[in-house]
């Protein structure tokens, strides 16, 4: 049998972007997901993947302020935009609102699908700080979750929202 | 008490939210290779050649695999030693895997998979345990009878007698389907030779102790050369429990190449690996008197296990075991079989083997209520088992906190106002339900503990914790900490966790049968006393203070009748660190002796059982047959809630995975049509088809943790990880009861089920309709404590004593046949003991 040919090298292209407001220029394998650049290109691994089919929700990360499945989007795409993964969510060591109202009211439980659901809940606060319970379902259906029964998690968006509304200011160098 | 029953962050809360945490997919080494395997499109065949000259020529591909590298077979159970890490000459189920590449990318390891030419003989399948009972050829496994893998059969009183005696006798037939646990993290693993040349696994696995003891067996090096790493679990109920073959294939590889070796499996491999809920059919038939109580119970159950043993014999007596610790069972039989058919491998899912008859139970003794006019709630109040007994299988009960739990739910929901009478279309159901908190005895069998916690302190004031039980997402290094952090008075995010390593901590034998709170508690508090007894003494002695006068809280040490008097917790370490040298402190835990001294009872007995109470209210479009779980109503009897955000986690989780469970999930098959070789498929290999409730699904739950504290329980803690998830099926089966007065008795309940129930004129059930003849074997005859019995069989011939050996000897000498040495193998046919498997023709 004769040795087939060995595949030729992926080709590459150039993407400029900014990544948790970081100016990010890299060179990208124009087959990869956006998924695949942030966790094996950048070291992003904070994003999670559970099918990469685009039907758990694990890998939800900011685009443009908006939440999207990294997993069905190439990489080669997001030219220009502004990505928002769960790295980018604390103020420095300062928990975001919606990480500490997780941390504290149990809504993560293995921490698996809680990047996507917390970039997620992010996108729906920032648009409505005070979400009805109908509406923080609806924002969040697309997430699975097979540890919660959500329940914890919709309390955690809920009191997210209120901290963010009281705009409670958190001190300097806090870490919990 | 400081730390314990106060809601709190969990220790592990700030890694998860910040994505921090790292799973096995996240770690990444220099020089890092990538595998993927090749898995069998056929349900059952014969492999006749392996052509992977064209795989290999492929640039960047370093490694192929195949079963004749790892050719000692390897298992969960010693019994059933019946997996291979790639198949050697035979595949068993659709996604079987045949071969393994390791390549510099996974993109390359892609590209090479398809070049790979395996010949297979297509053999002919075995589709479900009807088949399998009538078809004992092809076998698909060589030992068991044809393809029944296990048949048991006990009895525990004369059943027939009393049934005879009974004023009524109720007989029902259910099927349960099986389901899997879709957790969100696709198995991963990654293997690396150490510098020192011993080698390292870290995989999201949930029993790092029986993955290390399976490595050790097949690549037949030394125990204590290999190192097991569980990274935390991204959700495992269950199905990270077994060793797997993908852990063993890169365990393997790493060790030809040198390299490390990652693979990560995707959702539909996932799907392949199962090990999830058996599809059980049953047979319960009840004697009961007039007010309901119960003389006598016999039940039968035939299990689909899927083509290998797995936890099987275990799951087949759980299907039986644990039918007497929730309510008074006088006498009871228990038969139950499990065939093998060409699918996934079934196993242990949340629950394990026990949600099946509980679902039939509960069904069961709401249609006793309806006929007997008695109310639901009130039947069951009257028939509970009694708190610190025995029951018929000699199961030692401890605190039942279930009247509680029933009372709770009852007046929660309005249960005495509207049972019964809600408009046509709505109903509340009502269930209950008790669970293990730990299996009495370990996998293989032995007398060393079941946990193991290490504690080392310094003068800095720092408590190190080490132990090898493992975060699944359930809460175990909290669990840890928080104990340690009460004895010693001290915050539990003081204290460093280092768990679920197998070089760096006490062995802990998993998570897995709601076992860690209550062993691993309890040796966390053994260590945590032994070392607060260390720091005390060297304390008492400088502060001239008795022993007994002192008080560790607050991070100080201090006397408790002049509490100004005292130190800091660093200082104290100090003095008992000057007074004692290094401090270090062990603690462990093994379960008390059962006493079911019969073959078969190993499987059920328990430190102490949970017990839960459910109500279900449901809406059902008697149109579409659309059921709407519209509240839940929960209590649980967990004992003393150690943390009480994550015992409501757990509960609510479970009331979510049954409700899945409950209305749409479902490991289903098909048959491809004869021109597509008539191939036994899946029907649902994604997450997509595979239904599961959404945010928009799940209903309001109200939670009650009712806290019966248990002696046998650390702070009297019990399990609550998964007895809450037991009651939810029968609840929402019987709310359909109430609500348009039909039964479903079968798991999941469809619309098209409830539909077809509904047109049943006559009986207005769907259901499965008889229970398969089955040849069994006598009983083993076991008189109940009541009867004069001793926890013996009359019937067995002399067993072995367990006085002698310490361990199995499949440990120390990996790569000799294992010893059938669990009690219910000890007169097995071992897989082992099947001739010499025949190779298939490799080409390279």
Not at chain 1, 59 to 78: M, N, T
Not at chain 2, 328 to 337: H, N, S
Not at chain 2, 757 to 764: I, P, V, Y
């Amino acid at each position: 049998m004769s040795a087939p040919r060995p595949p030729a090298a992926p080709p590459r292209t150039h993407l400029s972007l900014t990544i948790n407001s970081e100016p990010v220029e890299i060179l990208v394998e124009t087959y990869k997901t956006l998924l695949e650049v942030l966790r094996e290109d950048l070291g992003l691994t904070g994003t999670k993947h559970g099918c990469e089919l685009g039907e758990c929700g694990a890998c939800a990360v900011l685009v443009d302020g908006r939440p999207i499945l990294s997993c069905l989007l190439l990489a080669a795409e997001c030219e220009g935009t502004e990505v928002r993964t769960v790295e980018g969510l604390a103020d420095g060591a300062c928990l975001h609102p919606v990480q500490v109202t997780f941390a504290d009211l149990g809504a993560a439980q293995c921490g698996y699908c809680t990047p996507g659901m917390l970039m997620t809940a992010c996108a729906l606060l920032e648009r409505n700080p005070n979400p009805s319970r109908a509406e923080i379902r609806e924002a969040l259906s697309g997430v699975l979750c097979r540890c919660t029964g959500y329940l914890q998690i919709f309390e955690a968006v809920e009191e997210a929202g209120r901290k963010l509304a009281a705009g409670t200011p958190q001190k300097m160098g806090e870490t919990r | 008490m400081k730390v314990v029953g106060k809601p709190r962050r969990r220790v592990d809360a700030r890694a998860k939210v910040t994505g921090q945490t790292r799973f096995a997919d996240d770690l990444v080494f220099p020089r890092m290779l990538h595998c993927k395997l090749l898995r069998s499109p056929h349900p059952h065949a014969r492999i006749r050649r392996i052509d992977a000259r064209a795989a290999l020529a492929v640039s960047g591909v370093k490694l192929v695999l195949t079963g004749a590298d790892m050719p000692i077979p390897y298992g969960i159970l010693p019994v059933s030693q019946d997996e291979h890490a790639l198949c050697l000459s035979r595949v068993r189920f659709v996604g079987d895997p045949v071969a393994a590449i390791v390549a510099v990318d996974e993109i390359t390891a892609l590209e090479a998979l398809d070049r790979i030419q395996v010949d297979y003989e297509p053999l002919r399948t075995i589709a479900d345990p009807l088949e399998a009972l009538a078809t004992p050829d092809p076998r698909i496994q060589p030992y068991g009878d044809g393809n029944v893998h296990k048949k048991v059969a006990l009895e525990f009183g004369d059943v027939d007698a009393a049934m005879a005696g009974a004023d009524h006798v109720f007989e029902d037939v259910f099927f349960y389907q099986g389901n899997t646990h879709l957790a969100i993290e696709q198995h991963a693993a990654v293997a690396a030779v150490d510098p020192d040349g011993k080698l390292t696994l870290w995989s999201s696995t949930q029993t790092p102790h029986y993955v290390h003891r399976a490595l050790a067996r097949v690549l037949e090096i030394p125990a204590a050369h290999i190192r097991v790493i569980a990274t935390p679990n991204g959700g495992g109920f269950g199905g990270k429990s077994d060793p797997f073959n993908h852990e063993i294939a890169v365990a393997k590889a790493a060790q030809v190449l040198g390299r490390p070796v990652k693979i990560c499996l995707n959702r539909e491999e996932v799907f392949y690996c199962h090990r999830g809920r058996h599809p059980v059919t049953m047979k319960l038939k009840t004697g009961v008197k007039n007010d309901g109580s119960i003389v006598a119970m016999d039940l039968q159950t035939l299990l689909d296990g899927g083509a290998y043993g797995s936890y099987g014999v275990a799951s087949t007596f759980y299907t039986g075991a644990l039918q007497t610790v929730t309510y008074q069972v006088p006498r009871y039989r228990f038969r139950g079989c499990r065939t093998f058919t060409n699918k996934p491998p079934c196993g242990p899912k949340r629950g394990h083997g026990t949600p099946q008859p509980r679902f039939a139970q509960e069904i069961q003794l709401d249609k006793i209520a309806a006929a007997l006019q008695l109310d639901p709630a009130d039947l069951r109040q009257s028939q509970l088992a009694k708190p610190h007994s025995l029951t018929a299988n000699y199961m030692r009960l401890g605190t039942i906190g279930l009247s509680e739990c029933i009372d709770r739910v009852v007046e929660g929901s309005g249960w005495k106002t509207r049972y019964g009478k809600l408009p046509w279309g709505r109903g509340i159901g009502l269930a209950c339900s008790s669970y293990l908190c730990g299996a009495g005895l370990p996998i293989y069998w032995n007398t060393l503990p079941h946990s193991g916690v290490q504690l080392q302190l310094d003068r800095s004031g720092r408590v190190t914790a080490f132990c090898g039980a493992t975060e699944i997402g359930q809460g175990s290094d909290d669990v840890l900490a928080n104990l340690v952090a009460e004895v010693l008075g001290i915050d539990p995010f003081d204290i460093r966790l280092v768990t679920g390593d197998t070089d760096l901590g006490p062995v802990d034998l998993g998570s897995y049968s709601s076992r860690v709170t209550l062993m691993m508690g309890h040796a966390a508090i053994q260590a945590a006393e032994r070392a607060r007894e260390l720091i005390a003494q060297a304390v008492s002695a400088k502060l001239e203070i008795p022993q007994a006068r002192l008080v560790f809280g607050e991070r100080r040490v201090f006397d408790a009748q002049d509490p100004a008097q005292g130190v800091s917790f660093a200082e104290a370490v100090q003095v008992g660190e000057a007074m004692h040298g290094t401090l270090g402190t062990t603690g462990s835990y093994r379960p008390p002796e059962s006493a079911a001294k019969y073959k078969g009872g190993g499987v059920g007995p328990s430190p102490a059982y949970s017990y839960s109470a459910c109500v279900v209210e449901v809406n059902v479009q008697p149109e579409t047959g659309w059921v709407d779980v519209e509240k839940v109503w929960i209590a649980h009897d967990i004992g003393r809630a150690l943390n009480p955000v994550l015992a409501r986690g757990q509960v609510e989780g479970s009331i979510y995975m049954a409700l899945g469970e409950a209305l749409m999930e479902e490991m289903d098959y098909r048959r491809l049509p004869k021109h597509l070789s008539s191939a036994l498929v899946h029907k649902f290999p994604s997450m997509l088809e595979y239904k599961s409730p959404t945010t928009l699904e799940m209903p309001e739950v109200i939670t009650y943790l009712v806290e019966d504290p248990d002696d046998a329980g650390p702070f009297g803690a019990k399990e609550v990880g998964q007895g809450p998830l037991l009651p939810v099926m029968p609840a929402v089966a019987n709310a359909l009861y109430d609500a348009v007065g039909i039964r479903v008795d079968e798991i999941p309940i469809t619309p098209e089920k409830v539909l077809r129930a509904l047109g049943d004129r006559e009986a207005h059930r769907c259901g499965p309709k008889n229970f398969p003849r089955i040849d069994w074997p006598e009983p083993l005859r076991v008189p109940p404590p009541w009867e004069g019995g001793d926890g013996q069989a009359e019937n067995e011939g002399p067993r072995r004593r367990r006085e002698g050996a310490i361990v199995a000897s499949d440990v120390v000498q990996p790569g000799l046949a294992p010893h059938p040495s669990t009690p219910e193998g000890r007169h097995e046919k071992s897989a082992e003991r099947s001739p010499a498997p025949e190779f298939p023709e490799v080409l390279r």
